[in-house]
C-alpha cells in the first residue's frame, strides 16, 4: 500500500507518494491527459525506468511526450546546464499547461525545478527522486536552483510541484556510498525533530537498512513527514525552516572550499553535522554523550566524520561568507539542544567556530 504525505504550503497543496513501483503502475492521468510532456532524465538512472516511466506515462494519453538526458554534476547544475531543456521546451512549442518530470537525483531536482519556476513564469512540474539523498530531501519542500561562481544553489527560486514521487525501486541501482548521502539527511531530520528515529536509527543502521524494503519505505515516510511539516509551516524559510539547514552552513561551506570538487553534497553535510554538533557540545546545549552518540551514527552510516587532509581554513571561511543564509550580515548556525531538538543560532564568534572544526 502506498504511503502517503500531504504537504500543504501557501502557494499550493501537493501530494508525496512513497512505495515501491510507482514509476510502472502510479496513475498519472490525472496530470498529464491532453498536456505536454517533457521528461528530463539524469544520464546516471539506468535507461530501463525511463522505458518503464514513458510507457506508463503513455496509457495517459499526453497530446506529446519527449525525453531528454541531461548530465548532472555541480559544474553542469548551471546556466549553461539548463539550455539544453529551455531550447527543447521552445523548440517544440511547449505551453503553460505543459509537465515537466524530473527523473534523477538532487542536481536534477533542483534544476528541472528552477526551469518549470522560471519557463513561461511557472508550469506544472512532477518531481522523481531517483536517489535516496533526493527523495528524502531536495525533491520535497520546493527549493530549486543552480550554481554561479563558486556558490551553492545562489540563483533560484521556491516553487512547489504538483506531485513527488518516491519510487524505492530507483534505489536498487544505488552503491553503498550514495546510500549514505541519504542517510545523512535522514539522521538529520531525526536530531533536529524526532528523538524516537534517531534512536531507531541507531539500532537499524548497522544492519543495512536499504535491503530491508518495508524498513526503508517506513524511514523515508518518518523523515519526510519531518521535512514537509517544516516546510508546511514555513515554506520560503522566515523562521523553523532554516532548522533543516543543521549541517548545512558547514558543508556547503566544504563542498565550495574544495572547488565543488572531492567530497559529494551527503558526505559534507554528514561531516557538517559532525561540526554542528561539536559547536552545540561547545556551548553547553549538548554532552558529551550525546556528541558521541551522533558521531557513531554518522560514522556508521558511511560517511566522513574528520577534516580531509587538504582542508584550508581560509578558502572555508570565504565560502561561509558567500552564504545565502545570512541575514543582517550574520551568519545563522543550527545548534541542537538535545537529540531531537534544534534552535538558531547567530551568536558564533570567530574562535568558537574554529574550535568547532576540531573533530
Same mark, same amino acid.
Given at each position: 500500500m502506498n504511503k502517503s504525505i500531504q504537504v500543504k504550503t501557501a502557494s499550493s497543496n501537493y501530494e508525496l507518494v512513497i512505495n515501491q513501483a510507482l514509476i510502472k503502475n502510479y496513475n498519472f492521468k490525472w496530470l498529464v491527459e491532453g498536456k505536454q510532456i517533457l521528461v528530463i532524465k539524469d544520464s546516471n538512472v539506468p535507461k530501463e525506468f525511463l522505458g518503464d516511466l514513458k510507457t506508463n506515462l503513455s496509457r495517459s494519453n499526453p497530446s506529446k511526450l519527449i525525453s531528454i538526458e541531461i548530465k548532472t554534476n555541480e559544474r553542469n547544475?548551471?546556466?549553461?546546464?539548463?539550455?539544453?531543456?529551455? @531550447?527543447?521546451?521552445n523548440e517544440e512549442k511547449f505551453n503553460r499547461d505543459c509537465v515537466l518530470i524530473s527523473l534523477g537525483g538532487g542536481i536534477t531536482t533542483d534544476m528541472v525545478g528552477f526551469a518549470a519556476a522560471t519557463y513561461l513564469r511557472g508550469v506544472n512540474l512532477?518531481?522523481?527522486p531517483s536517489t535516496l539523498l533526493a527523495q528524502v530531501d531536495a525533491a520535497v519542500g520546493g527549493k530549486t536552483g543552480i550554481n554561479f561562481q563558486g556558490?551553492?544553489?545562489n540563483i533560484g527560486a521556491f516553487y512547489q510541484p504538483n506531485l513527488v514521487l518516491i519510487d524505492i525501486d530507483l534505489l536498487?541501482?544505488?552503491? @553503498?556510498?550514495?546510500?549514505a548521502e541519504g542517510m545523512a539527511e535522514i539522521i538529520k531530520h531525526s536530531l533536529i525533530a524526532n528523538k524516537s528515529l534517531f534512536e531507531e536509527l541507531e539500532k537499524k543502521i548497522v544492519n543495512k537498512i536499504a535491503s530491508d524494503k518495508e524498513s526503508l519505505i517506513q524511514i523515508i515516510y518518518e523523515s519526510s513527514l519531518i521535512k514537509s511539516s517544516i516546510v508546511s509551516n514555513d515554506e520560503k524559510e522566515l523562521g523553523d525552516r532554516a532548522l533543516l539547514n543543521f549541517g548545512h552552513t558547514y558543508g556547503h561551506a566544504f563542498e565550495s572550499a574544495m572547488a565543488l570538487e572531492g567530497f559529494s553534497h551527503g558526505q559534507a553535510?554528514?561531516?557538517?553535522?559532525?561540526?554542528?554538533?561539536?559547536?552545540?557540545?561547545?556551548k553547553g546545549k549538548i554532552s558529551k554523550? @550525546?556528541?558521541?552518540r551522533i558521531k557513531q551514527v554518522i560514522k556508521l552510516a558511511g560517511l566522513p566524520t574528520k577534516l580531509p587532509k587538504n582542508f584550508n581554513y581560509s578558502d572555508f571561511r570565504e565560502a561561509m561568507s558567500r552564504d545565502k543564509k545570512i541575514l543582517s550580515n550574520k551568519l545563522r548556525f543550527i545548534v541542537?539542544?538535545?537529540v531531537g531538538r534544534a534552535e538558531i543560532s547567530n551568536e558564533i564568534d570567530e574562535n568558537l567556530l574554529k574550535e568547532s572544526l576540531k573533530i
Amino acid at each position: 500500500m502506498n504511503k502517503s504525505i500531504q504537504v500543504k504550503t501557501a502557494s499550493s497543496n501537493y501530494e508525496l507518494v512513497i512505495n515501491q513501483a510507482l514509476i510502472k503502475n502510479y496513475n498519472f492521468k490525472w496530470l498529464v491527459e491532453g498536456k505536454q510532456i517533457l521528461v528530463i532524465k539524469d544520464s546516471n538512472v539506468p535507461k530501463e525506468f525511463l522505458g518503464d516511466l514513458k510507457t506508463n506515462l503513455s496509457r495517459s494519453n499526453p497530446s506529446k511526450l519527449i525525453s531528454i538526458e541531461i548530465k548532472t554534476n555541480e559544474r553542469n547544475k548551471s546556466l549553461e546546464g539548463l539550455q539544453p531543456i529551455f @531550447e527543447v521546451l521552445n523548440e517544440e512549442k511547449f505551453n503553460r499547461d505543459c509537465v515537466l518530470i524530473s527523473l534523477g537525483g538532487g542536481i536534477t531536482t533542483d534544476m528541472v525545478g528552477f526551469a518549470a519556476a522560471t519557463y513561461l513564469r511557472g508550469v506544472n512540474l512532477i518531481q522523481i527522486p531517483s536517489t535516496l539523498l533526493a527523495q528524502v530531501d531536495a525533491a520535497v519542500g520546493g527549493k530549486t536552483g543552480i550554481n554561479f561562481q563558486g556558490a551553492k544553489n545562489n540563483i533560484g527560486a521556491f516553487y512547489q510541484p504538483n506531485l513527488v514521487l518516491i519510487d524505492i525501486d530507483l534505489l536498487s541501482s544505488l552503491g @553503498e556510498a550514495e546510500i549514505a548521502e541519504g542517510m545523512a539527511e535522514i539522521i538529520k531530520h531525526s536530531l533536529i525533530a524526532n528523538k524516537s528515529l534517531f534512536e531507531e536509527l541507531e539500532k537499524k543502521i548497522v544492519n543495512k537498512i536499504a535491503s530491508d524494503k518495508e524498513s526503508l519505505i517506513q524511514i523515508i515516510y518518518e523523515s519526510s513527514l519531518i521535512k514537509s511539516s517544516i516546510v508546511s509551516n514555513d515554506e520560503k524559510e522566515l523562521g523553523d525552516r532554516a532548522l533543516l539547514n543543521f549541517g548545512h552552513t558547514y558543508g556547503h561551506a566544504f563542498e565550495s572550499a574544495m572547488a565543488l570538487e572531492g567530497f559529494s553534497h551527503g558526505q559534507a553535510v554528514g561531516l557538517g553535522m559532525v561540526c554542528a554538533s561539536h559547536l552545540s557540545l561547545l556551548k553547553g546545549k549538548i554532552s558529551k554523550n @550525546e556528541f558521541d552518540r551522533i558521531k557513531q551514527v554518522i560514522k556508521l552510516a558511511g560517511l566522513p566524520t574528520k577534516l580531509p587532509k587538504n582542508f584550508n581554513y581560509s578558502d572555508f571561511r570565504e565560502a561561509m561568507s558567500r552564504d545565502k543564509k545570512i541575514l543582517s550580515n550574520k551568519l545563522r548556525f543550527i545548534v541542537l539542544n538535545s537529540v531531537g531538538r534544534a534552535e538558531i543560532s547567530n551568536e558564533i564568534d570567530e574562535n568558537l567556530l574554529k574550535e568547532s572544526l576540531k573533530i
